[in-house]
């Protein structure tokens, strides 16, 4: 009987240890838990700088890595789109001058066989205005004429 009664008691102490080792992971992991939600909560909010400040210990280690590394690529993409937006009025620009640029070469391509019939028919030059930044220029060597010199005239 005093045997039992050992058994019971080392048993009840057993017991009790283990609950107690039981409430304490249930308080380790509430606080990881709101340790995420913390996190959560502040990168809602705009702090992008956020992470969870969890250790290897935490039974929650794994969810934080997870999610310190998502909140990093994250971070990191939004440094993207904010350079992006940077560059946005030069990409434009560029956009602009390219078209500038491609009208520049019809123009040029229409009004060169213009110029070389003039020569060949020793006519004035007559090439239309096309409302491109070569206007100014058609506008001096229109009315003009093109010819090659004889050899007396050189």
């Known amino acids: 009987r005093a045997d039992r009664a050992e058994v019971i008691a080392s048993l009840e102490h057993a017991i009790a240890e283990q609950g107690q080792a039981i ?13 995420v939600l913390q996190t959560h909560v502040r990168v809602s909010n705009g702090d992008f ?28 993409l939004r440094y993207l789109e904010d ?9 434009q ?7 500038e640029f491609q009208q520049m070469r019809q123009e040029i391509a229409r009004v060169i066989p213009v110029m070389r019939e003039a020569r060949a ?6 090439a239309r205005k096309s409302g491109t930044i070569l206007d100014p220029l058609l506008s ?10 004889t050899l007396e005239e050189r």
């Open 23 to 35: 409430v304490e992971q249930k308080r380790l992991l509430d606080l990881g838990i709101e340790q």
């Open 49 to 76: 700088n956020a992470r969870v400040p969890l250790t290897e210990e935490s039974v929650l280690w794994p969810i934080a890595v997870s999610l310190n590394n998502l909140l990093s690529r994250f971070q990191r």
């Open 83 to 91: 350079e992006m937006q940077k560059l946005q009025p030069q990409i």
């Open 93 to 99: 620009q560029a956009r602009m001058l390219d078209h």
């Open 121 to 126: 028919m020793q006519r004035p030059i007559r």
């Open 140 to 149: 001096e060597i229109n009315d003009n004429y093109l010819f090659v010199p």
